[in-house]
């Protein structure tokens, strides 16, 4: 039964789809904005010197200058991000399915300690500067495996998957045991294809998290040929601070170099795409694992 | 002794499978939790492993050092200055937001919106100062271009302590808002529509519905959500600062990670940024332990 509206009510309903839409361009207007500055020429830039919101004549300059000028740095970038990404995820999820299927058998003696053993992290941790001295004398730093290697394992995810993996009813198991195959068909034939939609989810936010990934990359490497693409948006970013000048002296060459704030805005554009082109096919999987996971993520 | 080859016959092989996880644990989890001891020692950069091993130890020297330092009080007060402020908007933002897509009927619309306010969330935090960089650009940023237009002067926002911590609120709040009201709205979709309608037919109006209906059915996950942010308090946003902040800024932006992250890797001063470090995780720990108290107090099951 529907209740016909009050002109109170429908003043509110029309009210809120204005402030939804006002609220929503808010989160595209940054984005629009730094997309037509990626456009403005070296030329226009120079005699406007403001804000453009249309550019007179649009121009590829900045991103030639990315990918052209760059000696090759940005292509490489995309290539150290899309290696960390995809061998990081499928290390992070072999690790944590393996973990998580360890923990979800309810008569494994011993279980409890090693639950423990996993949640005690997500309350403490050393900090950074021990870490550090870890992964320093691991000899990880100046390695793409800094990006990897300390990172295989978020024990919230671990925890949501073997929460999942506890669902799958233990008859299953029982009965191919019981026509003769071993535990490892078990994992590989039974549990494996039943745990893929929580393995997608959990695989997507790693993927995303590598994707995202900058601190350790930059903090604990100094070798500029394993920078991923965000740590050279960061560095761009700083263009116009005379102290990062230099570092991206060597990067870049800096004649012909267009316009910082172009140059600024080409690159979020060039890091930002990849993500808005899969976003709208994944989201989904992402708000279910929200869902699942509860709070954290 | 036959009890232990008993199970290892039995177990052996899940054993086996959980060593990689325990492995890695222990070596990037809990060798650094036992290697915060270098706060009680005089660790320099160039000592090997061994070497920081068998260093003696000075005692609480460094944590003495630190609390009568001019900067400890500031370092507080801008870690709990920012992270109380962020709180106070972006705690409320995401059930207001949910509140009123809650009350959109077009499924199209809904659909949209929602999906665009989730955006930023999937955005590094790099991309978003940058973002900021390039919207707060004293030349060519549109933050500036409308403050011209109204009659101001341009200002360079980013390096203003006046500013500077209301652009930190602002851009978590437009980060986190879209994906932090997931958990209501689906909380929302749980209550019984019936109840609206009884409340519609006994005249109840739109506020006074979300006031007495709403409100309360979510209540628990509000109450959830808030004892998390409060166990999280010490963390008032380490990449987002240390990406924004600039020494122009530093009175009112450095944080204790942001310390740490100077006095450590950029002066190499290890022992003493990691008993500074060890401060922090242990007042964490304890907020987070009162936090869960507090849950389980009011009847909710808390983190643990």
Redesign the interface.
């Not at chain 2, 999937?122 to 991309?127: G, R």
């Given at each position: 039964?529907r209740?016909k509206a009050t002109p109170?009510?429908r003043l509110?309903?029309v009210g809120?789809?204005v402030?939804?839409?006002v609220?929503?361009l808010?989160?595209?207007?940054?984005?629009i904005?730094?997309l037509s500055?990626s456009f403005i020429s070296t030329a226009e830039?120079a005699r406007r010197?403001?804000?453009?919101l249309i550019p007179e004549a649009p121009t590829l300059e900045a991103y030639q200058f990315l990918f052209g000028g760059s000696k090759g740095t940005v292509f490489n970038a995309y290539k150290i991000t899309m290696f960390r990404t995809i061998v990081g995820t499928f290390l992070c999820l072999t690790?944590?399915g393996?973990?998580a299927?360890?923990?979800a058998?309810r008569n494994?003696?011993?279980r409890t300690f090693?639950t423990l053993?996993?949640?005690?992290?997500m309350?403490?941790?050393?900090?950074?500067?021990?870490?550090?001295?870890?992964?320093d004398?691991?000899r990880l730093t100046n390695t793409v495996w800094i990006m990897i290697?300390?990172?295989?394992?978020n024990p919230w995810w671990?925890l949501i998957m073997r929460n999942f993996l506890m669902t799958i009813p233990v008859e299953l198991e029982e009965a191919a045991l019981m026509d003769g195959a071993n535990?490892?068909t078990v994992?590989i034939r039974v549990y494996l294809p039943l745990s893929m939609p929580a393995l997608t989810t959990i695989g997507l936010f790693y993927a995303?998290w590598h994707?995202?990934?900058?601190?350790y990359a930059a903090?604990f490497n100094s070798n500029r040929d394993l920078y991923p693409i965000?740590?050279i948006?960061?560095s761009i970013?700083y263009l116009g601070d005379a102290s990062y000048r230099g570092d991206l002296g060597i990067m870049f060459e800096p004649e012909m170099m267009p316009p910082a704030?172009t140059l600024?805005?080409a690159?979020?554009i060039v890091?930002?795409v990849p993500?808005?082109l899969v976003?709208?096919f994944i989201?989904r999987y992402?708000?279910k694992g929200?869902?699942i996971g509860?709070?954290?993520g | 002794m036959t009890e232990v080859l008993r199970?290892l016959r039995k177990?052996g092989?899940?054993?086996l499978?959980?060593l990689?996880?325990?492995g890695?644990?222990i070596?990037?989890?809990?060798?650094?939790?036992?290697?915060?001891m270098?706060a009680f020692k005089d660790?320099t950069p160039f000592m090997?492993?061994g070497e920081?091993v068998t260093s003696s130890f000075i005692g609480f020297k460094h944590f003495v050092n630190f609390f009568n330092s001019f900067f400890f009080w500031d370092l507080m007060e801008n870690t709990l200055m920012i992270s109380i402020y962020k709180t106070l908007w972006s705690f409320p933002a995401p059930i207001l937001?949910a509140l009123?897509?809650n009350?959109?009927h077009n499924t199209y619309?809904k659909r949209?919106?929602q999906?665009?306010?989730?955006?930023?969330h999937?955005?590094?935090?790099?991309?978003v100062?940058?973002?900021v960089?390039?919207?707060f650009?004293v030349?060519?940023?549109?933050v500036?271009?409308l403050v011209?237009l109204t009659g101001g002067e341009p200002q360079h926002y980013l390096g203003d302590p006046r500013w500077f911590r209301t652009i930190l609120v602002g851009t978590t709040v437009?980060q986190t808002v879209?994906?932090g009201s997931?958990?209501y709205l689906?909380a929302m979709a749980g209550l019984n529509p019936e109840t609206y309608?009884a409340a519609?037919?006994d005249g109840a109006?739109?506020i006074q519905q979300v006031r007495h209906i709403t409100l309360p059915g979510i209540s628990h996950v509000i109450v959830?959500?808030f004892i998390?942010r409060i166990g999280d308090l010490l963390d008032a946003g380490f990449?987002q600062i240390?990406?924004l902040y600039s020494p122009s800024v530093y009175e009112v932006a450095d944080i204790i990670?942001t310390y740490?992250?100077r006095a450590?890797?950029l002066n190499l001063k290890?022992s003493f940024?990691?008993a500074v470090?060890?401060y922090?995780?242990i007042l964490a720990?304890l907020l987070?332990l009162a936090a869960n108290k507090f849950a389980n107090f009011l009847g909710h099951q808390g983190i643990?």
């Open positions: 039964m209740i109170m009510e509110f309903y809120n789809y402030f939804l839409i609220v929503s808010m989160f595209l207007i940054p984005f904005s730094v500055t830039w010197g403001n804000f453009v690790f944590t393996l973990g299927y360890v923990l058998r494994l003696p011993g090693m053993l996993v949640f005690i992290p309350v403490f941790s050393g900090g950074l500067i021990p870490f550090y001295l870890v992964v004398r691991l290697t300390p990172f295989l394992v671990l535990p490892l994992l995303v994707w995202n990934g900058w601190f903090v965000q740590v948006l960061r970013l704030q600024k805005a690159m979020i890091t930002t993500i808005l976003y709208p989201q992402f708000v929200m869902l509860g709070v954290k | 199970i177990h092989f899940y054993y499978l959980f990689p996880v325990a890695y644990l070596i990037f989890k809990y060798v650094p939790m036992i290697g915060i270098i660790v090997s492993m920081i937001l009123l897509i009350e959109v619309f949209i919106s999906t665009i306010s989730y955006l930023p999937f955005f590094s935090m790099v991309i100062a940058g973002l960089y390039v919207v650009g030349q060519g940023g549109l500036n271009h011209v437009w879209g994906w997931i958990l689906a309608e519609n037919i109006s739109k959830i959500l998390f990449e240390l990406l990670d740490v992250y450590g890797l290890y940024a990691s470090g060890l922090k995780s720990l987070l643990w």
